[in-house]
Structure formats: C-alpha cells, structure tokens
C-alpha cells in the first residue's frame, strides 16, 4: 500500500466509525419506532453496514505488507455483502409501502452505484490495477454522501412518527 493513502484511509475510517456511532446512538434513544416501521428498521441497518463497510475497508486499507491482489480480494467479499444488504434492505422498504420518505429510484440508484463501484474497485486491484485505489476513494466519497443523507433521512423520519403518535 502507497505511503499516499494512509491518511486518506486514516480519515475516512475514522469518520465512518464516528458517524456509525452516531447512529447507533439515533437507533438507541428511539428502538421502539425504528423496530415498528419497516423503512426506519431496514434504513437504519443499511447506514449501519455502510459505516461499518467503509470503516473495515479502510482498516483492510492499513493492514501491512500485504498486495493490491489481496487488498482487492478482502474488499471484494466485504462490498458483495455490503452492496447485498443495502439493496435487500432498500426493496423491503419499498415493497412495505409504508413510508415513501427518502425512498426514491435516484437514492437506490445512487447508492447501488456507490457500491457497485467498490465492487470494481475490488476486482481492479485483483488484477493488479492501482487505479482501483482511485475508484474506491471517489466512490467512498460519495458514498458517506448517501449515507449521511440516509442518516438525516432516518432522524427526520423517527420524527415524523413522533408527532404523529
């Protein structure tokens, strides 16, 4: 691993820890209505595993003396799973019909491409191609922007069922 992408590794996999927990505390504080409503339960799982996908492929990122080949293959089987539950997650929120906050085909699009291209990454440095390093950090960027948002999404939707009730 380059010398050059410590730091950026560094930051990211310290933010996306930061921010899971900040969300698992969103979770804590309101389990009631999250476990209840089927958008707030999936979404929180889905910001959940995307924090926690970021936060290990960076740390897979640090790991010493090891190739792009290898890197490649653990990101690969990190961002299959990864890119699985989020797109599990999102259709089980929609077929539920009961919430339409945030659920849209832009979001689903978004984010499925976020990971898709992790999964490019992957297979890139499998193949010994550097560039992948590239991808996966635009990717990561974006990413956290969907997943932020989806944060914002689940704070705002707990909310709503609040003041309903």
Sequence with gaps: ???QWNNFFLMVGGG????????????????????RHTTHKNRAVNMLTGFTA????????????????????????????????????????LRSGVSSIGLTAPRLAGGTMCYL??????????????AGLYIAA?????????????????????YEDQTRQ
């Design 54 to 93: 970021v936060f290990m492929a960076s740390s897979f990122a640090l790991v010493g003396n090891q190739g792009l080949g290898t890197l490649g293959l653990e990101w690969l089987a990190l961002w299959i799973i990864a890119t699985a539950i989020f797109i599990r997650g999102y259709a089980v929120a």
């Design 16 to 35: 996306a820890a930061a921010l899971a927990g900040l969300i698992f505390v969103a979770i804590s504080i309101n389990p009631e209505i999250i476990i």
């Design 138 to 158: 635009i990717a990561i960027i974006v990413l956290f922007g969907f997943l932020i948002s989806g944060g914002w999404l689940l704070i705002i939707g707990i």
């Design 117 to 130: 291209a992790e999964v490019l990454a992957a297979i890139l440095l499998i193949l010994g191609h550097g």
């Design 1 to 3: 691993m380059p010398d």
